[in-house]
Protein backbone atom coordinates (compact mmCIF):
# COMPACT_ATOMS: atom_id res chain seq x y z
CA UNK A 1 0.00 0.00 0.00
CA UNK A 2 0.97 3.38 -0.02
CA UNK A 3 3.26 5.30 2.29
CA UNK A 4 4.74 8.59 2.57
CA UNK A 5 8.50 8.79 2.74
CA UNK A 6 10.21 9.30 5.60
CA UNK A 7 13.72 10.91 5.90
CA UNK A 8 16.49 9.34 7.39
CA UNK A 9 15.35 5.85 7.75
CA UNK A 10 17.66 5.37 10.48
CA UNK A 11 20.07 7.24 12.83
CA UNK A 12 22.18 7.02 15.69
CA UNK A 13 22.63 10.05 17.77
CA UNK A 14 24.46 10.75 21.13
CA UNK A 15 23.01 11.19 23.97
CA UNK A 16 21.97 15.84 24.20
CA UNK A 17 22.15 16.16 20.38
CA UNK A 18 19.26 17.64 19.01
CA UNK A 19 17.31 15.22 16.12
CA UNK A 20 15.59 16.48 12.78
CA UNK A 21 13.57 14.00 10.80
CA UNK A 22 11.16 15.05 7.72
CA UNK A 23 8.22 13.38 6.15
CA UNK A 24 6.86 13.90 2.56
CA UNK A 25 4.32 13.25 0.28
CA UNK A 26 3.00 13.97 -3.34
CA UNK A 27 -0.22 14.75 -2.28
CA UNK A 28 -1.31 17.59 0.10
CA UNK A 29 -2.70 17.04 3.39
CA UNK A 30 -4.80 19.15 5.71
CA UNK A 31 -3.47 17.11 9.32
CA UNK A 32 -0.27 15.54 10.16
CA UNK A 33 0.36 13.31 12.69
CA UNK A 34 3.35 12.59 14.50
CA UNK A 35 3.49 9.17 16.80
CA UNK A 36 6.67 7.00 18.44
CA UNK A 37 6.46 3.47 18.64
CA UNK A 38 8.44 1.44 20.70
CA UNK A 39 9.23 -2.48 20.10
CA UNK A 40 5.93 -4.48 21.20
CA UNK A 41 3.65 -1.87 21.85
CA UNK A 42 1.32 -0.04 19.16
CA UNK A 43 2.06 3.92 18.08
CA UNK A 44 1.81 6.16 20.94
CA UNK A 45 0.35 9.65 19.29
CA UNK A 46 2.95 12.66 19.98
CA UNK A 47 1.85 15.90 18.17
CA UNK A 48 -1.02 16.81 15.93
CA UNK A 49 -0.78 19.33 13.42
CA UNK A 50 -4.16 21.16 11.45
CA UNK A 51 -2.37 24.34 9.81
CA UNK A 52 -0.37 24.66 6.60
CA UNK A 53 2.72 27.07 8.99
CA UNK A 54 1.73 25.85 12.30
CA UNK A 55 4.27 25.04 14.76
CA UNK A 56 3.35 22.62 18.12
CA UNK A 57 5.63 21.52 21.05
CA UNK A 58 5.68 18.91 23.53
CA UNK A 59 8.40 18.85 25.86
CA UNK A 60 11.22 18.53 24.10
CA UNK A 61 9.00 17.45 20.32
CA UNK A 62 8.41 20.00 18.11
CA UNK A 63 6.30 19.45 14.87
CA UNK A 64 6.06 21.44 11.64
CA UNK A 65 3.33 21.65 9.03
CA UNK A 66 4.56 22.07 5.48
CA UNK A 67 3.43 25.33 4.19
CA UNK A 68 3.78 23.23 1.07
CA UNK A 69 1.11 21.09 3.17
CA UNK A 70 2.98 17.95 1.32
CA UNK A 71 5.69 17.69 3.98
CA UNK A 72 6.26 18.10 8.11
CA UNK A 73 9.09 17.96 10.55
CA UNK A 74 9.64 16.78 13.95
CA UNK A 75 12.37 18.25 16.26
CA UNK A 76 13.89 16.23 19.50
CA UNK A 77 15.88 18.76 21.55
CA UNK A 78 18.39 17.36 23.76
CA UNK A 79 17.84 13.61 22.95
CA UNK A 80 17.96 11.04 26.25
CA UNK A 81 18.66 7.35 26.41
CA UNK A 82 14.14 6.83 26.22
CA UNK A 83 13.44 8.88 22.91
CA UNK A 84 14.70 5.36 21.31
CA UNK A 85 12.32 4.32 19.02
CA UNK A 86 10.50 4.19 15.24
CA UNK A 87 8.71 7.95 14.68
CA UNK A 88 5.94 7.56 12.44
CA UNK A 89 4.48 10.63 11.02
CA UNK A 90 1.04 9.97 9.05
CA UNK A 91 -0.91 12.45 6.94
CA UNK A 92 -4.75 12.48 6.68
CA UNK A 93 -6.13 14.70 3.28
CA UNK A 94 -9.98 15.21 2.00
CA UNK A 95 -10.60 11.72 3.24
CA UNK A 96 -11.09 9.95 5.96
CA UNK A 97 -7.39 7.59 5.55
CA UNK A 98 -4.28 8.51 6.73
CA UNK A 99 -1.11 7.66 5.17
CA UNK A 100 1.38 6.23 7.49
CA UNK A 101 5.33 6.62 6.74
CA UNK A 102 7.77 4.46 6.23
CA UNK A 103 9.26 5.47 9.69
CA UNK A 104 12.79 6.75 11.20
CA UNK A 105 14.69 4.66 13.59
CA UNK A 106 16.17 6.27 16.18
CA UNK A 107 19.08 5.13 18.37
CA UNK A 108 20.90 7.14 20.91
CA UNK A 109 24.31 6.39 21.75
CA UNK A 110 24.26 7.16 26.04
CA UNK B 1 -9.32 7.08 30.87
CA UNK B 2 -8.84 3.65 29.39
CA UNK B 3 -6.92 3.36 26.03
CA UNK B 4 -7.50 1.13 23.20
CA UNK B 5 -7.67 -2.37 24.76
CA UNK B 6 -6.33 -5.54 22.41
CA UNK B 7 -6.47 -9.00 23.05
CA UNK B 8 -4.78 -11.20 22.96
CA UNK B 9 -1.05 -9.59 22.31
CA UNK B 10 0.67 -12.74 20.81
CA UNK B 11 -0.76 -15.53 19.02
CA UNK B 12 1.07 -18.60 17.73
CA UNK B 13 -0.93 -20.59 14.71
CA UNK B 14 -0.11 -23.36 12.35
CA UNK B 15 -0.98 -22.32 8.78
CA UNK B 16 -4.43 -23.21 8.11
CA UNK B 17 -5.85 -22.63 11.80
CA UNK B 18 -8.22 -19.87 12.28
CA UNK B 19 -7.55 -16.95 14.53
CA UNK B 20 -9.71 -14.17 16.20
CA UNK B 21 -8.76 -11.13 17.61
CA UNK B 22 -10.83 -8.49 19.74
CA UNK B 23 -10.35 -4.72 19.89
CA UNK B 24 -11.88 -2.32 22.67
CA UNK B 25 -11.80 1.51 21.48
CA UNK B 26 -12.00 4.36 23.77
CA UNK B 27 -15.29 5.30 25.21
CA UNK B 28 -17.02 7.83 22.65
CA UNK B 29 -14.67 7.17 20.30
CA UNK B 30 -17.02 6.14 16.85
CA UNK B 31 -14.84 5.31 14.29
CA UNK B 32 -12.49 2.24 14.87
CA UNK B 33 -9.67 1.03 12.44
CA UNK B 34 -8.24 -2.01 11.88
CA UNK B 35 -4.40 -1.64 10.50
CA UNK B 36 -1.60 -4.44 9.25
CA UNK B 37 2.21 -3.40 10.65
CA UNK B 38 4.33 -5.68 8.60
CA UNK B 39 7.90 -5.51 10.15
CA UNK B 40 9.74 -2.47 9.65
CA UNK B 41 6.91 -0.50 8.02
CA UNK B 42 4.13 1.97 9.17
CA UNK B 43 0.87 0.78 9.67
CA UNK B 44 -1.64 -0.09 6.61
CA UNK B 45 -5.28 0.22 6.94
CA UNK B 46 -7.24 -3.02 6.72
CA UNK B 47 -11.18 -2.11 7.79
CA UNK B 48 -12.28 1.22 8.78
CA UNK B 49 -15.83 1.15 11.22
CA UNK B 50 -18.62 4.01 11.43
CA UNK B 51 -20.18 2.92 14.19
CA UNK B 52 -21.54 -0.76 13.09
CA UNK B 53 -21.33 0.26 9.62
CA UNK B 54 -17.78 -0.66 7.84
CA UNK B 55 -17.58 2.08 5.31
CA UNK B 56 -14.56 1.17 4.17
CA UNK B 57 -13.12 -2.26 3.57
CA UNK B 58 -11.69 -2.05 0.29
CA UNK B 59 -8.05 -3.49 1.71
CA UNK B 60 -9.39 -6.33 3.44
CA UNK B 61 -8.72 -9.94 1.92
CA UNK B 62 -12.15 -11.07 1.91
CA UNK B 63 -11.67 -14.78 1.08
CA UNK B 64 -9.58 -15.30 4.31
CA UNK B 65 -10.18 -12.09 6.93
CA UNK B 66 -13.57 -11.13 8.09
CA UNK B 67 -14.43 -8.63 10.78
CA UNK B 68 -17.77 -7.22 12.82
CA UNK B 69 -18.36 -4.76 14.95
CA UNK B 70 -21.61 -5.19 16.57
CA UNK B 71 -23.46 -2.68 18.66
CA UNK B 72 -20.92 -0.42 17.15
CA UNK B 73 -18.57 -0.87 20.31
CA UNK B 74 -15.99 -3.68 20.27
CA UNK B 75 -14.46 -5.26 17.14
CA UNK B 76 -13.35 -8.50 16.23
CA UNK B 77 -10.97 -9.41 13.11
CA UNK B 78 -11.06 -12.65 11.99
CA UNK B 79 -8.56 -14.53 9.66
CA UNK B 80 -9.70 -18.13 8.42
CA UNK B 81 -7.71 -20.24 7.43
CA UNK B 82 -4.41 -18.52 8.42
CA UNK B 83 -1.59 -18.49 5.41
CA UNK B 84 2.20 -17.82 6.89
CA UNK B 85 2.07 -14.20 5.05
CA UNK B 86 -0.06 -13.10 7.60
CA UNK B 87 2.26 -13.00 10.26
CA UNK B 88 2.62 -9.66 11.43
CA UNK B 89 0.80 -6.86 14.20
CA UNK B 90 -2.88 -6.57 14.06
CA UNK B 91 -3.37 -2.80 15.40
CA UNK B 92 -6.46 -1.38 16.31
CA UNK B 93 -7.42 2.24 16.99
CA UNK B 94 -9.94 4.75 17.40
CA UNK B 95 -10.67 8.08 16.61
CA UNK B 96 -13.90 10.00 17.08
CA UNK B 97 -14.30 10.60 13.56
CA UNK B 98 -13.72 12.26 10.61
CA UNK B 99 -15.15 15.56 9.96
CA UNK B 100 -14.91 16.29 13.72
CA UNK B 101 -12.46 19.17 14.57
CA UNK B 102 -9.53 16.64 16.01
CA UNK B 103 -10.25 13.31 14.54
CA UNK B 104 -6.39 11.79 15.84
CA UNK B 105 -5.93 8.35 15.87
CA UNK B 106 -4.91 6.28 19.10
CA UNK B 107 -3.92 2.90 18.56
CA UNK B 108 -4.10 -0.14 20.83
CA UNK B 109 -0.71 -2.58 21.91
CA UNK B 110 -1.33 -5.09 18.88
CA UNK B 111 -1.65 -8.42 18.60
CA UNK B 112 1.46 -10.06 17.21
CA UNK B 113 0.56 -12.72 14.73
CA UNK B 114 3.11 -15.54 13.78
CA UNK B 115 1.87 -18.73 11.93
CA UNK B 116 4.17 -21.19 11.62
Known amino acids: GQQLNQSPQSMFIQEGEDVSMNCTSS?????WLWYKQDPGEGPVLLIA?????ELTSNGRLTAQFGITRKDSFLNISASIPSDVGIYFCAGQGRTYKYIFGTGTRLKVLA | EAGVVQSPRYKIIEKKQPVAFWCNPI?????LYWYLQNLGQGPELLIR????????DSQLPKDRFSAERLKGVDSTLKIQPAELGDSAVYLCASSLGFGTRVDEQFFGPGTRLTVL
Open chain 1, 27 to 31: SIFNT
Open chain 1, 49 to 53: LYKAG
Open chain 2, 49 to 56: YENEEAVD
Open chain 2, 27 to 31: SGHNT
